[in-house]
Each structure stands twice: as structure tokens, then as C-alpha cells.
């Protein structure tokens, strides 16, 4: 398997509902981030978690790393029709000179 | 919150044909970078400039891909002779300082006929 993986590959939920996104990776990072991309758009940021946190929140959104699982947990609470879109992991292992290595993405559909 | 822009947002070329991808940066940013995503697939790194130097380049950013910033803002990408394969969005990022979040433009769609 490749960094920065997500499952599940697809996920479809009721307006209101909670989301939870799984990402794994390979190798030792220095920072994790969450991207949102809505069809055939940019990426938007969507929160960066570092090595040495372990959880962090953004409204309605929560991060979790466990860096001894190399995996990280994005929870989207008390989803929005305007959430549905295409959430991508990626990792850093350097700093800001250094590369982002993307995984597949999770399309979430939420339903109203 | 300042944006990264880029230029143009689809461009349509021949095969065996030159094409210059434009970004612009956020202005106080230091370390630049393209990233490219063919339709379906995930994000794929390219290249990252800093200091008017490449300081790292993927396998993907052969000889006929180059970068530049010829001037204080702009940021381009440059493919001397276009593939089918290429085809693909094109985004450039831009960051300030180490370890820190990259801002990404809203992408180029190339498509090589």
C-alpha cells in the first residue's frame, strides 16, 4: 500500500449524521493534513495536525494521529449536504520544503 | 485569507506542443511547488522551488518539464513538448515558513489532443 491511504474509498450518510475518515501511512511524518476537493475543483485546507499532537478540532471538524498506528482520523460532526465532497490525507516528512504525498481520497456524499 | 491564483484555468493544446502554466503566490511565501492530478487519481508531487532553485523534483518532472519565477510573483510551470499523458489539473501551492499548511491554487486543467 502507498502513504497516505484513506478508507473507506467511499462513504455515503444522512444531513446530520457524523463522518469518520481513516487515513494510514508508511513511513514517519512530520505533519499530517486534511484536504477537501469538490468535483474537478482546488484543494482547500482543511485543518494540520503535527507529529507530536495527538488530537485537534476545527469546528465541526476533529483530528485524530496516532503516530505508534501511523493513522490519523478525520470526523466531520453533524454533517451538511455542502460537505459532500472528495477528503484527501496527505503527509510532509521535512517541513515546508518538503513534498506532500497525497493518498486516493474518500468521497463522502451526504444526503439531505 | 490571501489566495494562490493560477493561469489559465483550462488550456487545450496539441500533442508535440509548448505550454506555460502560470501561477502566482502568496505574496510573502517562500517555498513553491506544482502538483498535478489526472482525472480519478490522487494528487501527485511534481516539483518544489525555494530560493530560485528546484529542491526537489519527482520522477514524473522529466526534461521536458521546467520551472521559473522570473519575476517577484509569478510561478510557472513549463511543458517543451506536450504528451497525451499529460493531461491532467495542474496545482500550484505555496507555503511560508517550515511546517506549515501549503495553500494551493485552484488548479489548470490541461488537455493534450
Known amino acids: 500500500s502507498q502513504q497516505g491511504e484513506e478508507d473507506p474509498q467511499a462513504l455515503s450518510i444522512q444531513e446530520g449524521e457524523n463522518a469518520t475518515m481513516n487515513c494510514s501511512y508508511k513511513?514517519?511524518?512530520?505533519?499530517l493534513q486534511w484536504y477537501r476537493q469538490n468535483s474537478g475543483r482546488g484543494l482547500v485546507h482543511l485543518i494540520l495536525?503535527?507529529?507530536?499532537?495527538r488530537e485537534k478540532h476545527s469546528g465541526r471538524l476533529r483530528v485524530t494521529l496516532d503516530t505508534s498506528k501511523k493513522s490519523s482520523s478525520l470526523l466531520i460532526t453533524a454533517s451538511r449536504a455542502a460537505d459532500t465532497a472528495s477528503y484527501f490525507c496527505?503527509?510532509?516528512?521535512?517541513?515546508?520544503?518538503?513534498?506532500?504525498?497525497f493518498g486516493k481520497g474518500i468521497t463522502l456524499s451526504v444526503r439531505p | 485569507e490571501p489566495e494562490v491564483t493560477q493561469t489559465p484555468s483550462h488550456q487545450v493544446t496539441q500533442m508535440g506542443q509548448e505550454v506555460i502554466l502560470r501561477c502566482v503566490p502568496i505574496?510573502?511565501?517562500?517555498?513553491f511547488y506544482w502538483y498535478r492530478q489526472i482525472l480519478g487519481q490522487k494528487v501527485e508531487f511534481l516539483v518544489s522551488?525555494?530560493?530560485?532553485?528546484?529542491?526537489?523534483k519527482s520522477e514524473i518532472f522529466d526534461d521536458q518539464f521546467s520551472v521559473e519565477r522570473p519575476d517577484g510573483s509569478n510561478f510557472t510551470l513549463k511543458i517543451r513538448s506536450t504528451k497525451l499523458e499529460d493531461s491532467a489539473m495542474y496545482f500550484c501551492?505555496?507555503?511560508?515558513?517550515?511546517?506549515?499548511?501549503?495553500?494551493f491554487g485552484p488548479g489548470t486543467r490541461l488537455t493534450v489532443t
Open positions: 501551492a505555496s507555503t511560508a515558513t517550515t511546517g506549515w499548511k501549503q495553500y
Open positions: 513511513t514517519s511524518i512530520n505533519n
Open positions: 495536525i503535527r507529529s507530536n499532537e
Open positions: 496527505a503527509t510532509d516528512t521535512t517541513g515546508a520544503n518538503s513534498k506532500l504525498t
Open positions: 505574496s510573502n511565501h517562500l517555498y
Open positions: 522551488f525555494y530560493n530560485n532553485e528546484i529542491s526537489e
